[in-house]
């Protein structure tokens, strides 16, 4: 699961009279990954496609446009397996065509034709509020008349105040005409400082109304019209949307089919493909192919390679290559077809293949670097979609998606620790691998399922449901006669104890995911010698596993906190540090403290600092880390052996802040009290609360019918809302926290990706057969 499948780099060889019935095969075995030939062999160029490629691209993009203005969808998919004939791809898809263009036509003249209507009608609307007939508002000698929206005050007042003799001003609403003797320059020069934007005066004479009815009925007529056009395009939709789909797929297959050759190598007689196949399908690949053509063909396995981080071959086994050990490829051996690559006789022996390198590994006629497909399966495999929001890892790198799988669910489930949360979330996970066809939001459902799963878990662990306290009374006190639930989130002042541990547990989880990271690239390191490993990766891994035992040492206890030496200690110890009575404790592992282990002592004036173990790591792997990174490793250092570590500390801080919001909204509808540090809710309290300890009193136990039926109904309204609020915000904080600590912190570490996927040259049938 850490590594990618092995892949292996395969050449077919062969005549070009054989070159349909290879591409026919090997698109149907849907293995080989195709490497596109680079040019770089002398005597070789990329082939042509095949004939008919061009008319099969074109219908192809016909279909896809017809697709496109009906608006296919997969839901209009007619019966699977479906035949498509050429006859019907020739005949049935131009009628198609026609018919549905001349649609379209209709549909964009008729939409531009009521997009003017509806202009002329937003135009014509002030005419008709100011009621003034459309022919005596222009075509006057002496008169000059401007009509506008504005204030027919600030109109006034310019014209007032300007070079305008005799005017008048008719307005209504917010629509203005303006008549003046003079010209319309003058005019409008002196409208400039009025509130006015101005109209031009639609053609036709007499009352606007009149034109606005008339344009009102245009715009019905062409909405009908548009409607039956927009009809028969969708019953066309109907009725042939499985033929496009299943149309759209032949042509993609025939296309594939066509354009093969221009990724091989080829001359007038011989042709060599070359791609990438899992090492293990290798043989099927072999046997079906040789069983589809015979030996008119030689297929080799090149190479079965691992890469290290620059994509150079650092470890490959070979087939015998034969040929010229310092040329180019050579000839090609189609059995009973026995030509040279320059079309001459065969020589015997010699077979078109990649050239021997010196330092062990081929001249190939493309990128060495292989495909990458993610070696994972069963519940590990949707976690790889989480992987890939950053991006596919190299061949060379190791897969982090198992250590994924095992961590993010564990930091979610950990953070919201709820049953009835967690099995929502299970079934929002559920629905969404049920509901989708798409892989990617399948993936993100069997990854809920598995959060909601150790979300649920936790949750019982912590005797909670919907932040309901209840769940730990029946499971651990009734069910299994215990004092309560095994742990507790902490959020309660009697249980703060709680809260101390699972800073510790977070920083100790941070540490450990920390160290793995390193680790991992520790491994990716390898490629370039163990000491670069151990300077590049183990300095790391030294420096913050020497500095958290020291933080855990008890020395310099002065700048610890004392709950460091309690929350794991055993139940009635002392602390080491204070000699204080141990009054409560978390997880009784007997843990309060390494102890000081001295190697020497240095003096520092009044204060003697003792070297221990743990100390001398710390400082030598900040040395290594230096003489590995120079001055920028001392800052970097600090920031991700101590930084990156506290900052887990999330964990903990989200757990307690969702916490806290469920109890609030538990707390405004069922009431509780607030005694010896633990909250009881007053709505399943057995008797009634003690005033004295009565937090909210809760909407739920109001006194009076009326009061308790609106407490009910506020109570149930402020339930539902306020948990689907935590619900969803447990989605965009846990969630959004848990995966920042996955690609910051541990992805941070080692992880680069930009891996190539493997594209096996083929296609999966859906609406068609062959």
């Known amino acids: 699961m850490l590594r990618p499948e092995r892949m292996s780099r395969v050449s077919v060889t062969g005549s070009k009279r054989v070159i349909d019935d290879v591409i026919e095969t090997v698109h149907g075995l849907r293995l080989l990954h195709v490497t596109e030939y680079d040019g770089s062999w002398d005597g070789f160029e990329p082939g042509d496609p095949q004939e008919g490629a061009d008319e099969a691209s ?38 198609i065509r026609q018919e549905v263009n001349d649609l379209d036509d209709r549909r964009d003249d008729l939409r531009g034709e009521l997009r003017a209507v509806e202009e002329q009608i937003n135009t014509m609307e002030p005419f008709v509020e100011l009621g003034i007939d459309l ?19 600030t109109a006034r007042t310019a014209l007032a105040d300007s070079d305008v003799g005799t005017y008048e001003v008719f307005a209504e609403g917010d629509t203005v005409a303006v008549f003046a003797r003079t010209d319309e ?32 009925h245009r715009k019905q007529q062409l909405e009908s019209k548009l409607s039956t056009v927009e009809t028969e395009l969708e019953e066309m939709r109907l009725d ?20 093969a050759p221009l990724t091989y190598a080829t001359t007038d007689n011989a042709f060599v493909a070359e791609g990438w196949i899992p090492s293990e399908k290798v043989p099927e690949f072999e046997s079906k192919l040789y069983d589809a053509v015979g030996d008119h063909i030689e297929i080799s396995e090149l190479e079965q390679a691992e890469y290290d981080d620059d994509g150079h071959v650092v470890d490959h086994s070979e087939v015998d290559q034969g040929g010229d050990p310092g040329g180019q490829p050579t000839a090609a051996d189609g059995g009973d077809d026995e030509v040279a690559a320059d079309g001459g006789e065969r020589t015997s022996g010699s077979r078109v293949s990649s050239k021997p390198r010196s330092d062990g590994g081929t001249v190939t006629m493309g990128s060495d670097s292989p495909p990458v497909i993610q070696d994972n399966s069963g519940p590990v495999k949707p976690f790889e979609a989480l992987v890939e929001v950053i991006n596919r890892p190299k061949y060379s790198e190791l897969d982090p998606t198992l250590i994924l799988f095992l961590t993010f669910p564990a930091f979610f489930g950990f953070m919201i620790g ?88 977070s920083a100790m989880a ?67 540090v204070t000699g204080e009575l141990i009054e409560h404790v978390a997880l009784p592992l007997g843990f309060n403290g390494f102890e000081r282990v001295g190697l020497f002592t240095i003096p520092l004036g009044g204060f003697d600092l003792i070297v221990d173990p743990a100390l001398l790591g710390t400082f030598l792997g900040l040395g290594l880390i230096v003489y590995a990174e120079g001055g920028i490793g001392l800052i970097e250092s600090i920031t991700e052996t101590f930084g990156h570590v506290i900052s887990y500390t999330r964990i903990a801080a989200v757990l307690l ?31 009634a609360p003690n005033p004295e300890y009565v937090v909210f009193s809760g909407l739920v136990n109001g006194e009076g019918a009326a009061a308790l039926i609106g407490g009910v109904i506020a109570g149930v309204l402020v339930l539902v809302l306020g948990h689907l609020l935590v619900l969803i915000l447990g989605i965009t904080s846990a969630g959004l926290q848990a995966v920042r600590l996955e690609y910051v912190e ?25």
């Open 510 to 576: 941070g540490i450990l995911h920390l160290v793995i990271g390193r680790l991992f690239d520790f491994v990716n390191n390898l490629h370039h010698g163990v000491g670069t490993a151990l300077l590049e990766s183990g300095s790391w891994i030294l420096m913050t596993v020497s500095l958290w035992v020291w933080v855990f040492t008890r020395t310099a206890t002065a700048a610890k906190p004392d709950f460091m030496w309690e929350v794991f200690a055993t139940e009635g110890a002392n602390n080491p």
């Open 418 to 505: 709820d049953l009835g949360y967690g099995l929502l979330y299970m079934g929002l996970g559920y629905w969404m691998v049920q509901s989708f066809d798409s892989d990617i939001v399948k993936s993100l459902g069997g990854v809920g399922i598995w959060a909601g799963a150790f979300t649920a878990i936790f949750g019982v662990l912590y005797g909670e449901i919907f932040g309901l306290h209840q769940l730990g009374v029946i499971v651990w006190e009734n069910g299994l006669g215990m004092s309560g639930p095994p742990i507790h989130k902490g959020l309660q002042p009697y249980y703060v104890y709680y809260a101390y541990a699972w800073l510790l547990v």
């Open 58 to 95: 074109a219908k192809l993009v016909t279909v896809r446009a017809l697709k496109s203005t009906l608006g296919v969808t997969e839901d209009d998919a007619g019966p699977s397996n479906q035949i498509v004939t050429g006859e019907a791809l020739e005949d049935q898809l131009e009628e």
């Open 135 to 153: 022919d005596l508002l222009r075509g006057y000698d002496s008169l000059a008349v401007r009509v506008g929206e504005g204030d027919p005050e």
């Open 746 to 770: 541990f992805f941070g570490k080692f992880y680069e990706g930009g891996g190539k996927a493997y594209l096996p040259f083929g296609h999966d049938r859906e609406y068609t057969s062959d």
């Open 240 to 259: 042939v949307g499985g033929f496009l789909l299943a149309a759209e797929e032949e042509l993609t297959i025939e296309v594939q089919k066509r354009e």
């Open 185 to 216: 320059g003058t005019l409008q020069d002196a409208l400039v400082n009025a509130t006015f934007t101005a109209l031009d005066v639609p053609e036709g004479d007499g009352d606007p109304s009149e034109y606005l009815g008339e344009l009102r």
């Open 657 to 687: 802040a969702k916490a806290g919001m469920a109890l609030a909204v538990n707390l405004l509808v069922f009431g509780a009290t607030l005694h010896d540090g633990e909250f009881h809710f007053i709505f399943f309290m057995d008797s």
